[in-house]
Each structure stands twice: as C-alpha cells, then as structure tokens.
C-alpha cells in the first residue's frame, strides 16, 4: 500500500510570497493532519481535516490555512511568508478509529528568505 | 496547560539498552504515542499506550504510569540504526489526530 506522498519535497520562496503544498494520504484514510516542525520549537500541530471539514485547529495566525478535497487528498496554503515560516511541514493521515497511529508523509521543507 | 517533556540527548553502546523517559501534563489524558524519527526522515510509529504497564513489541517496550503522568521507552539490544529522535506524543483534547510532541531525545548509539 502506497504512503503518505507530500509534494514538492522542496521548495525556497521569498518573504511575503504565498506558496501551496499538497498531501496525498494513504487510501482509505479519510483524516489528514498538518504539522510544523522546526530545530527550536520541534513538531507542532497545524490543524486537522476530516472528511472536508476543518475538525481541529492548532495556535497558527490566520495566514496558515487549509482545505481538503472529496478524495481526502489535502492542501495547506501559507500566505504573506516570514523568515520564521522556514520548517518542514508534514502531514500524517489515519484511519481515525480512536487510538489509530498517524502515518506520516516525508515532508516539504520550505525555505524562505 | 499541555507539556512534555523528554531529555534532549542521550548516547549509549551498541548491544545495551537505554530507557528514554517522558513526563507529560495534559488537560485529559487520551494515551501516548512514541514515534521515531531519523535524520531527513518522516516520523514512524513505535507504540501507543492508554492503559498503565508494559508493552512489549520486539526489541521495543512502552511503559505508562497515568498516576505519576510517566511513560518511557525501553530500547534492548541497540543497533547502530536506533540512532534517531524519538519522540513522544499526547492527544489534545478534540480528538487523536491533533497531537502535541515533546521536543524529542536524541539517541546516539556507539560501537
């Protein structure tokens, strides 16, 4: 069975731009889940989505958004980039039956300068 | 408030075993994953535990203590490919899938 795929694995932008990564999750995982991780504040929690539906939300600014799509394929948007945007940004996707791990994808690293 | 809390480096010999602990203080407490994460790579799932004791898998336990808000992570037989973070997780409360991780130990095994 195929992973979590994230794409683009790379991608450098300037401050002030906005920029799109996409999240494909495992099939028959209809729970898509976005993380932040960088060296100084380590993995944190975006927001969750749930057949098309926003269902948590972590402590970002409004700048950081998302949606998710009928075939739970996910995007997260990030506008007006800032110096301290620059992190990987995973997504993980589970069964959602409880206490279901969460199956991470590789990551984009976003780089902005 | 959410915290945990897990050393920040640890080393240890290849064929020993190391324990890596984590405290954590959650409003709700709805179980705690141990994920491990090597350098570049996408976090993996270790275990998952709700109840308090051991659980044995492999050359990996989990153990969970609800009352003291303790849980550790038992590596046996250390190869040189458990050089990782590992990092441990609680639910927030509104649902599994919204996770916050300790800032994760870093595991370096020696020959």
């Known amino acids: 069975k195929a992973g979590v795929t994230q794409t683009p694995r790379y991608l450098i932008k300037t401050r002030g731009q906005q920029v799109t990564l996409s999240c494909s999750p495992i099939?028959?995982?209809?729970?898509v889940s976005w993380y932040q991780q960088t060296p100084g504040q380590g993995l944190q929690f975006l927001f969750e989505?749930?057949?098309?539906?926003?269902?948590n939300k972590g402590n970002f600014p409004g700048r950081f958004s998302g949606r998710q799509f009928s075939n739970s394929r996910s995007e997260m948007n990030v506008s007006t980039l800032e110096l301290g945007d620059s992190a990987l940004y995973l997504c993980a996707s589970s069964l959602d039956r409880g206490q279901d791990e969460q199956y991470f994808g590789p990551g984009t690293r976003l780089t902005v300068t | 408030g959410q915290n945990i809390d897990q050393p920040t480096e640890m080393t240890a010999t290849e064929g020993a075993i190391v324990q890596i602990n984590c405290t954590y203080q959650?409003?709700?407490?709805?179980?705690l994953f141990w994920y491990q994460q090597h350098a570049g790579e996408a976090p993996t799932f270790l275990s998952y535990?709700?109840?308090?004791g051991l659980e044995e898998k492999g050359r990996f336990s989990s153990f969970l203590s609800r009352s003291k808000g303790y849980s550790y992570l038992l590596l046996k037989e250390l190869q040189m490919k458990d050089s990782a973070s590992y990092l441990c997780?609680?639910?927030?409360?509104?649902?599994?899938?919204?996770?916050?991780f300790g800032a994760g130990t870093r595991l370096a095994v020696h020959p």
């Open positions: 997780a609680c639910p927030l409360p509104g649902g599994y899938n919204k996770l916050i």
């Open positions: 099939s028959g995982h209809r729970s």
């Open positions: 959650t409003s709700g407490f709805n179980g």
């Open positions: 535990n709700v109840l308090d």
């Open positions: 989505y749930f057949s098309e539906t926003q269902r």
